[in-house]
Nanobody, 127 residues
Framework: QAQLVESGGGLVQPGGSLRLSCAASGFRLDYYAIGWFRQAPGKRREGVSYISSSDGEAYYADSVKGRFTIYRDNAKNLVYLQMNSLKSEDTAVYYC????????????????????WGQGTQVTVSS
């Protein structure tokens, strides 16, 4: 059965960096659009970034533009989220998810166009 697993979270100081990884078993990530989402306690789930399968184009929420980068390593069946210049506001549980196809719509941030989800990895940005 399809399964996603996130890794790479941890505790970092403001201004620091982390790289999150999304790994799959049971299917290949390069067949699908892959999204990263996050949720902090008491807040709604937020779309962070996604990368399409058909053309590899990446999209980012305004809050992370210029700081985060999503990219694939298809040989390893992985999708990464490189996070730089981290802020306390980035503290959340981060999830990766596979889209229902190679592309998603302008409503991707709702998460409704994504199927398989990982269990999440905690990112804490604090001094």
């Amino acid at each position: 059965q399809a399964q996603l697993v996130e890794s790479g979270g941890g505790l970092v100081q403001p201004g620091g960096s982390l790289r999150l990884s999304c790994a799959a078993s049971g299917f290949r990530l390069d067949y699908y659009a892959i999204g990263w989402f996050r949720q902090a306690p008491g807040k709604r789930r937020e779309g962070v970034s996604y990368i399409s399968s058909s053309d590899g184009e990446a999209y980012y929420a305004d809050s992370v533009k210029g700081r985060f980068t999503i990219y694939r390593d298809n040989a390893k069946n992985l999708v990464y989220l490189q996070m730089n210049s981290l802020k306390s506001e980035d503290t959340a549980v981060y999830y990766c998810a596979a889209g229902l196809g190679s592309e998603v719509s302008v409503a991707w941030e709702t998460g409704y166009e994504f199927g398989a989800w990982g269990q999440g990895t905690q990112v804490t940005v604090s001094s």
